[in-house]
């Protein structure tokens, strides 16, 4: 009888494979990360006039792009752990640890783009800097940020789940999804809100 050659994998190619496996499903979302970045830049290029005609817009514009990085890429690990751990299911239901996260998420970005939007105000006023009225700032930020931040909480949702149902590490899709819809939506709303909200659009 022929022998059956059995050997055990050593831990030095089981990283090799891991790394290999993280390379493959990661390098494609960066390069269309990239790509989203790019377009983002372009958003904010075509906003150039609406940036010089309602002064301080242009303040808040990085906190803005930082914000939405920092809630919505937590909201995202918070999932991505939930789904490892077999918390939360890769569905689009009624489940509690899933609403607890989002509604965290959603919160925090309320809470957030009105203290942003107060404290852009405050530190221009401190500068001698023209700006727009309170309200109008806060207004703008606040409901750019709500706005922006139930679109990406869909779309990291239904990012996380189609990929984990299709055995792609959540982990590795987190950042790339944050990073590409973060920069293109939240310039586009806020754009489109301070635009409504200032001129009409």
Do not use: C, W
């Not at 994998?9 to 089981?14: D, H, L």
């Amino acid at each position: 009888m022929q022998e059956t050659d059995i050997r055990e994998t050593t831990p030095n190619e089981i990283e090799k494979d891991n790394l290999k496996k993280i390379i493959k499903q990661t390098f494609p979302l960066l390069f269309i990360s990239l790509i989203g970045s790019l377009f983002a830049g372009l958003i904010l290029g075509g906003m150039e006039e609406t940036l010089k005609t309602i002064p301080g817009l242009i303040v808040v514009v990085p906190a803005v792009l930082d914000m939405r990085g920092n809630i919505y890429g937590a909201l995202g690990s918070r999932l991505s752990t939930g789904l490892h751990q077999g918390l939360i299911e890769p569905k689009l239901i009624y489940e509690r640890n899933l609403i607890v996260a989002i509604s965290a998420a959603l919160f925090n970005g309320g809470v957030v783009s009105i203290v942003l939007g107060a404290s852009a105000y405050l530190t221009l006023n401190i500068l001698k800097i023209k700006v727009i009225s309170l309200f109008e700032l806060i207004a703008i930020t606040f409901l750019s940020g709500i706005t922006s931040g139930l679109i990406l909480t869909v779309i990291v949702l239904i990012s996380l789940f189609i990929g984990f149902k299709k055995g792609i590490d959540p982990d590795n899709l987190v950042g790339p999804v944050v990073t590409v819809s973060g920069d293109i939506f939240s310039i586009l709303i806020l754009f489109l809100v301070a635009k409504l909200i200032i001129g009409g659009i």
